[in-house]
Structures are given as C-alpha cells and as structure tokens.
C-alpha cells in the first residue's frame, strides 16, 4: 500500500506521458519551449485567473511575490506556525520577519483572532511595519479568505496565498490559487497536481504584478534577457515539466472528485472514534492530506506500520520552535494549537487511486486498534 500512489496516475496516462516527452526531446526546446506558455494558459482557465507563471519551484512562487512587492527589511509577514518551513523561510531570505501565528484547532489554518493579535502588538510595537500575509491552505482546504482579504484591505496587507496543497481545491465557487491577491503553488511531485521533478506557480489578475513576476523569475530582465532592470533570480519551469503536466492537468479534475469520495469515506467509516477531517460548507479541499486526531496517536501510528499500513505525521515542530525561526516574533497571545497538534495528529494514505478495499483495511484496523485500547482503559 502507497500513501500517495504516483504509480497508479502513471500507468494511466503512460502512453500521453511518453508521447508528451518524446515530442519535447525531439524538438529540442527544453527552456521556455511551447509547452510552458500553453500549461500557464490551461492552468490559468482553470483557475479562473488572468495571468499563471510559471517557475522553478514553489518556495520561487512564494520569494517572487515578495520580491515583487518590495518586501523586506524592516517589513513584517504574518504567516502560521503550523506548516512547512518555506513559507517563513521566504520571508527571512527577503529580509523580512516572519510573524508567527497560530491556527485554527478544526481547519488548521490561519486563525483570524491570533492574526488580529499579532497585527495589533507589531503596529505598537513599531519596530516592523506590517505588510503581507502568507495563509496556508493547509493539507488542502482553503483557508478564510473573506476575512483575511477584509483584515488586508484594513490594513493595507498583501494576500499571498500558499495554495501549494490545495490545487483542485475551491471556496465559495472560486479555485484555490486565486483567493488571495497572488496565489503561489508547488508542482512537487506528492502534491494534487505535481510534475516529476521540481515546479511552481504563481496566480494573479494583476498585470502590473504579473510583469514584475516574471521579470523577477528571469534575472530581472526588461525587455530582452540582456536588459536588466531588476536585480532578480533564475527560476524557469523546465518545459519537460510543463509537458507533463499538461497531461496530468488534464485529468486534474477527474482525481478531484476521486478525493472526495475517498475523504468522506474516511469521516464516515472513523468520524465517531477519531477527529476525523471533513469539507467545510462551501469549500471543497484538494484533500493533499488526509488528517485524524487521536491522543492515542504513537501506538496507532506503530500499529498501522506493524500492518503495512504508511502514515505521517505533520508536522512534527511548529516553525516557531524550530532553530531556525525561533527568535522571530509571535503572536502574543500564544501559539497554543500549533504546539498540540503534533501531540495527536496522524496522516493516512490519501491518493485519487486509494482502493475501497485498501480504505476498508485502514479504516478497520484504526477501528480495532482504538475500540481495544478504550476497552481496556475501561477495564483497567
């Protein structure tokens, strides 16, 4: 059993994939070739936003809107403690600080009030003045962004939406990617829609800030390569990526409704004995992850190995007690959920290609594993 099965999605499109490589190859136009352009155009009708661009990676997708703003010394970034450690490490590669906030106990997402706070004690403070939020759509969902963007437009923030898990994901009728005043996303391969090396992107209707992105992404280049107006960074999606993932954009929607079928095969079948995650009213989350809560987490997590099963823990240390990012500042009225979680919170295999058979299995042996505890813990 995989706990994403790249295997599955490969054999279905084998024949398009090699078909799709073998063109680039022959053609010989590795950087920048068709394929980019037409990706961007594909990935930006499915979004439903003006301008897609495409880069090397998507830690690029979130330093290049930072870049674009001006963003940096002296300036602070909100962004959650619970979550990968590019989305503060961009920040601090910008000379800014990151902000740490913590996160919704039920979403996992950026918590509004902690927001609100942090806001607050930066501005009196005065040592840093506040300019961006970087939410994350943590494991798929997408996170308030009807209060986030009326916070930003309070307080004159940029909105950079960290959609690297949530591809396929919408809120309210609009995708992921484009809720914020740029999106940013990873095409690592694990991820919703992922290519088979390293890529990103970044999404706005903006075309001042598309140009500014994209002459960033391209050593700051005005109107030729050799015209240099910005002093920028390399960072290219390699046309054999974008080749590939046309053909897996293609299917994109398709694996989305799979997920969703899989997720909600999950809440019923564990809801009543774990916390089990769910769709929110009006969201549909690109299900990147599969999360459950159990104070009986370490024994199940050895359990489900003992059987084959594969399980996650995310993330083990919230960013703000990390080495690297602990002396940055904090929301002030503490950072309570983002410290629990990685007490109780496991990952299960979450894939569009999960067999009914497979899900029975895990489900089953969470089952047993944890009515046996309780029914112990009751005797004893």
């Known amino acids: 059993m995989q706990f994403i099965d790249l295997g599955a999605q490969r054999e279905r499109i084998r024949d398009r994939l090699k078909a799709a490589i073998d063109h680039v190859v022959e053609d010989g136009r590795y950087i920048l070739g068709p394929q980019v352009a037409e990706f961007e155009k594909k990935l930006a009708a499915y979004v439903g936003v003006k301008h897609v661009i495409a880069c090397a990676n998507g830690t690029d997708a979130l330093l290049l809107p930072l870049f674009a703003a001006g963003i940096g010394p002296g300036d602070a970034v909100f962004v959650p403690s619970f979550t990968f450690a590019a989305t503060a ?22 918590d509004i009030a902690s927001l609100e706070a942090a806001i607050a004690a930066i501005k009196k403070e005065g040592r840093l003045k506040p300019k961006a939020i970087i939410p994350v759509d943590l494991f798929g969902l997408a996170a308030d962004y009807e209060a986030l963007m009326t916070i930003a437009n309070r307080e004159g923030l940029l909105v950079i939406e960290d959609a690297a898990q949530s591809m396929g994901g919408s809120l309210e009728g609009r995708m992921c990617g484009a809720l914020g005043h740029v999106g940013s996303t990873s095409f690592y391969p694990a991820k919703p829609l992922g290519c088979y090396g390293d890529g990103g992107a970044m999404f706005t209707n903006d075309d001042a800030l598309a140009d500014a992105l994209r002459s960033f ?72 992850q599969y999360a459950i809560e159990t104070p009986k987490r370490d024994g199940l997590k050895a359990h489900l190995s003992e059987k084959g099963i594969p399980s996650v823990i995310y993330y083990v240390k919230p960013l703000h007690e990390q080495i690297a990012y602990r002396d940055y500042p904090r929301t002030p009225t503490g950072l309570a959920v983002s410290e629990d979680l990685p007490k109780r919170i496991l990952c299960l295999p979450m894939h569009p290609y999960l067999s009914e058979a497979d899900q029975d299995r895990i489900i089953e042996t969470i089952r047993n594993y944890i009515g046996s505890n309780s029914a112990q813990a009751a005797a004893e």
């Open 217 to 288: 992404a391209f050593h700051g280049k005005g109107e030729t390569q050799y015209d240099n107006i910005r002093v920028g960074i390399n960072s290219r999606l390699d046309t054999l990526q974008a080749a590939i993932l046309l053909e897996k954009l293609a299917i994109l929607e398709e694996e989305m409704v799979a997920r969703q079928v899989v997720a909600q095969r999950y809440a019923e079948g564990l809801g009543d004995i774990v916390t089990a995650a769910r769709n929110l009213g009006g969201s549909r989350s690109a299900w990147a």
């Open 89 to 110: 490490e961009v920040v601090a590669l910008a000379k800014a600080e990151p902000v740490f906030v913590d996160v919704d106990p039920t979403t996992y997402n950026i």
